[in-house]
Antibody, heavy 115, light 109 residues
């Protein structure tokens, strides 16, 4: 059974950093296209970042140069390092993965950026 | 960047009725489009990929069609559990972003 178990959300002040983690079971994080998707309160889905099986990474313009996606094959974990957080980064962050599309999703991690 | 628009924003229907949801891309994405369903308090769920392929375990009442810039998700006969928000997502162009549409809410009439 495939499971994506997230951790690491919380309340931080603007300018602070936070790291989200997503422990995957049921497949290797290195074998799939893994993404982070966020959803601001009451809003739609926003694609944030992707790491491909070959290690290539891409980011939405809104987070480029502030967020870093990575994976640890030994722990089968996907991570999102978020720096210089802004109020507009407040959202529920989902890790998700699949072959091309997002077949599997985590439960979400709430990130609130507020002073 | 490819922009996806979805219509209508809200669809109010009764159980048993047919739902037709539209997704339009700002430029051609071939058949590289997915549909997701999201219920309150839950993560999205993949329904359709590559425009018309049902994901594993998805009932046959869900069908997708279209290519290029215009796509449709049809729910042939709404079940109570189908009332939710539906998003389209493209992965037609490289490099990303793999943008989502704004969503269509299917409400009980």
């Amino acid at each position: 059974e495939v499971q994506l178990m997230q951790s690491g959300g919380g309340l931080v002040q603007p300018g602070w950093s936070l790291r989200l983690s997503c422990v995957v079971s049921g497949f290797s994080v290195s074998s799939r296209y893994m993404s982070w998707v966020r959803q601001a309160p009451g809003k739609g889905l926003e694609w944030v970042s992707v790491i491909h099986s070959d290690g290539t990474t891409n980011y939405a313009d809104s987070v480029k140069d502030r967020f870093t996606i990575s994976r640890d094959q030994s722990k089968n974990t996907l991570s999102l390092q978020m720096n210089s957080l802004r109020a507009e980064d407040t959202a529920l962050y989902y890790c998700a993965g699949g072959v091309g599309y997002l077949d599997y999703w985590g439960q979400g991690s709430l990130v609130t950026v507020s002073s | 960047e490819i922009v996806l628009t979805q219509s209508p924003a809200t669809l109010s229907l009764s159980p048993g009725e047919r739902a037709i949801l539209s997704c339009r891309a700002s430029q051609s994405i071939s058949s590289s489009l997915a549909w997701y369903q999201q219920k309150p308090g839950q993560a999205p769920k993949l329904l359709i990929y590559d425009a018309f392929n049902r994901a594993t375990g998805i009932p046959a009442r869900f069908s997708g069609s279209g290519s290029g810039t215009d796509f449709t998700l049809t729910i042939s006969s709404l079940e109570p559990e189908d009332f939710a928000v539906y998003y389209c997502q493209q992965r037609g162009n490289w490099p990303p972003p793999f943008t989502f549409g704004p969503g269509t809410r299917v409400d009980i009439k």
